[in-house]
């Protein structure tokens, strides 16, 4: 009768520590990371719209102004987030997706993007963002954006001005497309 119990009371501890190592496991490759870099905070406020509607306590958010060196081993997705300026997105987010290519290859990905000119928004998408993880990408999102006068200087201001026609803060955040990346992460 003894040897009995005490195989069912090893037993019953084996099945916890394999359901406790399994849960580690799933915590372990559920946590995503949402890497940007940020101007004027659109594209984190877009970044924090993100792991607030995903679970926030398996998200991470890095801005690549304050950390440029990032371990990707820790998680199972990458969320990548820039916006434009003058054509082009920040050189902290070219970094980091050249200095990253093959991990970022081995995890499931998503891209979005900042960036107010509707007429030009999938060229400067297609531009920035390497054919090859824009094919390897879950979701692709351009999330629309804002001009945020009161966080630009002078000349940001004037050139706004004389490009756009805009002469004050203005937000056009498509939140559908945020959830449509939310949603398609979640699956």
Do not use: W
């Amino acid at each position: 009768m003894r040897a009995v119990t005490l195989f069912l009371l090893i037993a019953l501890n084996s099945c916890q520590s394999n359901s406790q190592s399994i849960q580690t496991q799933k915590n372990i490759k559920m946590k995503t990371l949402i890497v940007f870099a940020s101007s004027h905070g659109t594209t984190e406020k877009v970044a924090n719209i993100i792991k607030e509607k995903l679970d926030s306590t398996t998200v991470q958010t890095y801005n690549l102004k304050y950390k440029p060196k990032i371990d990707l081993s820790d998680y199972e997705t990458i969320i990548i987030g820039s916006s434009i300026h003058a054509g082009s997105i920040q050189s902290d987010i070219k970094k980091f997706i050249k200095d990253n290519t093959i991990s970022l290859m081995q995890k499931r990905v998503s891209l979005y993007l900042c960036c107010m000119d509707e007429k030009k928004e999938q060229e400067e998408f297609n531009n920035n963002y390497p054919e090859l993880l824009r094919n390897h990408s879950v979701y692709n999102a351009i999330v629309g954006g804002e001009f945020l006068f009161e966080k630009m200087n002078f000349f940001e201001r004037f050139l706004v001005r004389k490009i756009s026609g805009v002469s004050s803060t203005v937000s056009k955040l498509r939140i559908e497309e945020i959830d449509n990346l939310v949603n398609t992460l979640k699956k």
